[in-house]
Structure formats: C-alpha cells, structure tokens
C-alpha cells in the first residue's frame, strides 16, 4: 500500500470519526460505501473493516460519555443482551448472502438513515440542548429488547452501528432522555459490532492494510469530535452528512444498477 | 443516579481509555514502523487486536464491579452478554 492511499484511509476515517461523534450518529455508515465504490473492495470485506470503524468510534467516544454519568451503563449492558444475539446470528447469515444482494440492503439502509437524519435536522431546528439530565425509569423492556435484536441483526449484516433503529425506540418507548439514549447507544454498539467482527475475522474479511490506516483516523476523529461536540451545533454537520450519505445511496443504486458489486 | 451508578462509571471509562489509546498508540506506531522495519507491520495487527478485545474487556470490568456492588442481577447479566460475545469468538475462530 502506498503512502497516499494510506493516508487518504487515515483521511477518511478521521472525517468519518469526527462526524460521528459531532452529529451523534456513526460515522460507519459512510465508511462502507466509500470503500466498495471506489476501493473496490467486496462487500463483505468493505462491511468487515467498517465493524473495526465502529469499536473505535464506541470505545473513544463513550470513555467521555461514561466519565460525564450520560450514558447508562445498566440499561445498556440489558439491551447487550438482544444486540449480541442479533449480531451474531446476521453475521453468519451475512457469509451465505452474495455480495449484490447486501449491497441492495445496504442501499436501502443509507436512504432511511438519510430520511431519520433529516428529521433529526428537523427536530433540532429550535431545540436547545439538554444541559440537565432529567430523572427517568427505563420502561417497557421487551420493546427495547425488540428492536435491539433487530438493531444487532443489522450490524452484523451490514456493519453499521444501529442507532437510527435504537436511539428512537429508547425515547420513545422507554421514555429515556434524548442524551442518554444516543450516549448509551453509543457504547452499546461496540460490543455488538465486537461480537459480529470475529465472525468476519475468521472468514478472512478484515483487511488488516485498510483497517490499520482507516482505524487511526476514526480513533483521531472521534476523540477530537467528542472533545469539542459540546461546544458545537449538530444541524450542520448532520446536513453535511445527510448530503454525503445521500449522494454514496445514489453511487451505489447507480452502480447496482450497471451491474456492479458481482 | 446513586453513587454506585458513578463508581460503575469510574472503572468503566478508565477501562475505555486504556482500550482506545493502547490500540490508537500500537495502530499508528506500526503503520509508521512499517516502513522502517520488516515487523512493523504486526506491531499495527496487536493494535487491531487490542481493538477487538475492547468490547469483550468493558463488560469484563463492568461484571467485576457489579460483583464488587454486590448487584448480582446486573453482574448476572454482563456475564449473560459475556457468553454470547465469546460463542462469536469461538465461532469467528473455527470459520
């Protein structure tokens, strides 16, 4: 691997870790695409390396979540308990999959992540940040428990994070604070992407060239991202996203639709 | 919010940290070595392990310190996800 290529890794993962961890979603999600529209790579190698992207991000970001008390380590570690089963079970289905099918779910994943950022713009127009976090009890578990186990499914099938599916579902639902739910989110995605990336290490889908250089960015994004989030308004980044993202589900559609990822 | 929710916290952010900056540290020092030396390539490889070994380290140091709380259901279920997270292990191996 070239110098440049390397660096343009380390490049991406830094803009992929940074806006993660500014905008509250995993930066993931563009990782994969970039990596299978214009490296190339398989998807089942693409969606592999992205799943390391992902424990860097959880790992860097929730050591702050957890020193400042917002994420909730109990209702966290339960929920662990349906995303590891759902990742488990979709990595190895994943592995029976061809690769041109999961690039049309993957497709279908980045519209409706593109559509749950807009309303989260949306939302946030006039909303002022919560500075105190109210009292709550975690309520209705099995709803939580549920869309978890789906939340994992789609992690180890596509190796993204989850938390459009989670982050809702917990406010809504178990009538957690907004905050609380992206922050614990947030660290429970490490431990489900962790559980479906030794199924794609033993299958040999973790390029250890790409993830090397794609890792340090994402680790140096999200780090500097989490450091000064407080101090930024997220609109702006997520329409930044939201234009990205938008844009890599056109590539791929136009791309499958050309024949591509055979 | 009690203070064992913060002592949780406490162990499980150190825990973070040392995780984030051991791989952060041997990912890039290997990716530099490499082209001065023949090994540095798996000085980045024990960086990437070191990641994958963060999910299965935090809820370790959860379980101990729910242990050390004496808060057997929440200890009982780190362990639960502790199970399921090392069957991936085993199975990742055997594929």
């Known amino acids: 691997m070239t110098i440049a290529a390397m660096l343009l890794l380390a490049a991406i ?3 992929a870790g940074g806006f993660g961890a ?16 214009y490296f190339g790579l398989p998807m089942h190698q693409a969606i592999g390396v992205t799943l390391l992207c992902v424990i860097a991000t959880s790992t860097a970001t929730s050591s702050m979540y957890v020193e400042r008390h917002v994420t909730d380590v109990r209702l966290g570690m339960t929920l662990e308990l349906a995303t590891t089963v759902g990742a488990l079970i979709a990595a190895l289905m994943a592995h029976r999959i061809n690769r041109r099918t999961l690039a049309v779910l993957f497709a279908c994943f980045l519209l409706y992540s593109a559509g749950s950022m807009i309303k989260k713009a949306w939302d946030s127009r006039h909303a002022k940040r919560q500075e105190v ?8 578990y099995p709803a939580g428990l549920a869309a978890s186990l789906i939340a994992g499914g789609f992690s180890g099938l596509l190796g993204i994070g989850g938390g459009p599916i989670k982050v809702p579902v917990m406010l809504l639902f178990m009538k957690v604070p907004l905050r609380v739910a992206a922050a614990t989110s947030n660290f429970m995605i490490g431990v489900t992407a962790g559980t479906s990336a030794y199924i794609y290490w033993g299958h040999g889908n973790i390029r250890v060239d790409i993830a090397a250089p794609l890792v340090a960015g ?3 994004g999200s780090l500097l991202g989490a450091r000064i989030s407080p101090k930024i308004r ?9 234009s990205i993202t938008g844009w890599l589900a056109a590539q ?7 024949g591509g990822f055979q | 919010m009690n203070r064992q929710d913060f002592a949780v916290d406490r162990v499980l952010s150190h825990t973070l940290k040392f995780g984030a900056y051991t791989a952060f540290v041997l990912i890039v020092a290997g990716l530099a070595l490499q082209f001065i030396v023949p090994w540095g390539n798996r000085v980045a490889v024990a960086g990437l392990f070191v990641l994958l070994a963060t999910p299965g380290l935090r ?3 959860a379980c101990l310190q729910f242990l050390h709380e004496r808060d057997f259901r929440y200890a009982l279920v780190s362990f639960g996800v502790l199970a399921i997270v090392v069957l991936a292990y085993v199975l990742g191996i055997q594929a």
């Open chain 1, 13 to 15: 993962g830094f803009c």
């Open chain 1, 252 to 258: 791929m559609i136009y791309k499958l639709l050309t």
């Open chain 1, 133 to 140: 976090i109210p009292d709550y009890t975690p309520q209705n």
């Open chain 1, 218 to 220: 994402v680790f140096a």
């Open chain 1, 234 to 242: 997220p609109v702006y980044i997520l329409m930044l996203l939201i």
């Open chain 2, 59 to 61: 809820i370790i140091a």
């Open chain 1, 22 to 37: 500014l905008a509250g979603v995993g930066g993931g999600i563009i990782v994969t695409p970039l990596l299978a529209i």
